[in-house]
Each structure stands twice: as C-alpha cells, then as structure tokens.
C-alpha cells in the first residue's frame, strides 16, 4: 500500500521540511547502524573456538562455520587487511592451486566462487539444454530449482522417504522414465562418510551419459566431491 500511495506522489514533491527529517533520520540510522555493526563485529571477531552453550548454540541451520575462524585464519584476515584495497588476483590464483594440490586436482577442473549460489548457477547454465528436466529432492537447498526455473526447465521434486532420507529409487524412476536429458541435484550432506556416500551413489545407479546430462553434487565446507569420489 505504501509504495501504490508513494507511486502516486510526483517525483519532486519533497519539501525542503521534509527533507530535512528525512536526512536527520538518516544521519541516525548511520550512527545507530555504526555503533551496532561495531558491536556485532566484535563478538563476531571473539568467536574463535566457540564452545557451544546452552544460552548460546552454535548456528547450524546456515552454510557457516559456526564454530569461528581458527587463529591461524584470523591472523592471516589481519595480514590481508593491507591489501583490501586491491584486487586479490594474484591471491585468488595462489588459493585455487593450492585447494587444487590439497585434492590432487587440475586445477581446470575446480571452480572458486564467491558462495555455493554461484557455482550452482554456472553449473546449471553450463548443463541446460532444451527439454532439459531438473530432478531434485523435495527438501534441498532451493537455488537450484531458482536457477532452473529461470533457465525454464521442468523441475521435478521427488518426495522424501519416512525417515527424511533420499527416495533413491524415486530419483532414479524419474530419470529413467523421462526420454529427455536430466540434471540430478543433490546438494545436501549425504552422509558422515565417503565411503558410505560412495555406497549412496552407487545404489543410484548413476552414469553421466546421454539421459543423465550433468549430476550436480555440493558438500559445502566439508570437502570437495569429485567424479573420482563415486566412481571408484
């Protein structure tokens, strides 16, 4: 309602009156916002090694590491503060090599992204096709079906089972009964183990070949899964 009344309104309508309200509001809110980002900064900063509590839990129900940055992370933040004005190229080529070298990786084949969202955009962009259907749980992290929704592919939920596991069977039934190339999403934490995951994949009975068109998989903050991962 408020923005049909303001819509109506000229554009230049503003006295000089209400100008100044508005900008001495404004000016408070800056300091008020000022004063309270300080303090969420520094109990942010002192979150390093957090021991959960009652009072205070750690937060699970986001893609954070709730339990702080390391010490050795928070130094290396200070350390880069210097630089924060400049682009971090050479920084970002430095990182990209060595997650590469810690997961035995080409680095061609791993993608740093400014958040899972991202990677799950460029992933879906890359793998659309026409008649392209994107097949997910029912509850899953809900970027993907975004994307697919505006790559305008036909997105198909498959249920979870009693017990809020992946209906495996049910994923696979709606591949094999699609004629059409399908893009597979599994982007929670499948399991506590590889070996179990692999066992997961496995069970799925899953190929990428020319039905199933791309299998996109994502464990944020856990490891990095590759082809070799399920595979094997």
């Known amino acids: 309602m408020w923005l049909e009344k303001f819509d109506k309104q000229p554009l230049l309508s503003v006295n000089r009156r209400d100008l100044l309200k508005l900008s001495g509001s404004a000016i408070a809110g800056l300091a008020l916002s000022g004063i309270s980002t300080q303090a969420s900064a520094q109990e942010e900063s002192s979150a390093a090694a957090v021991t959960p509590t009652k009072d205070k839990p750690i937060r699970i129900n986001f893609n954070e590491n709730a339990l702080g940055m390391s010490p050795k992370a928070q130094d290396a933040a200070r350390a880069a503060v210097a630089k924060g004005n400049r682009y971090a190229k050479a920084e970002i080529d430095q990182l990209h090599q060595k997650i590469a070298t810690d997961y035995q990786l080409d680095k061609k084949s791993l993608l740093l992204t400014a958040g899972s969202s991202e990677g799950i955009r460029a992933a879906i962009e890359a793998c659309a096709a026409p008649n392209t259907q994107f097949v997910i749980p029912e509850l899953t992290y809900g ?28 994923l696979k039934t709606a591949v094999s009964s699609y004629s059409g ?12 183990r590889r070996r179990l995951r692999r066992q997961t994949f496995s069970n799925l009975g899953l190929t990428v070949n020319r039905q199933i068109r ?19």
């Open 143 to 170: 970027d993907g079906e975004l994307f697919a929704n505006i790559a305008q592919m036909n997105v198909v939920k498959v249920p979870m089972k009693k017990d809020w596991s992946f209906d495996v069977e049910g």
């Open 214 to 232: 791309c299998l996109l998989l994502m464990k944020p903050m856990l490891s990095l899964l590759t082809i070799r991962d399920f595979a094997q």
């Open 181 to 192: 190339p399908s893009i597979v999403y599994l982007v929670n934490r499948i399991t506590r």
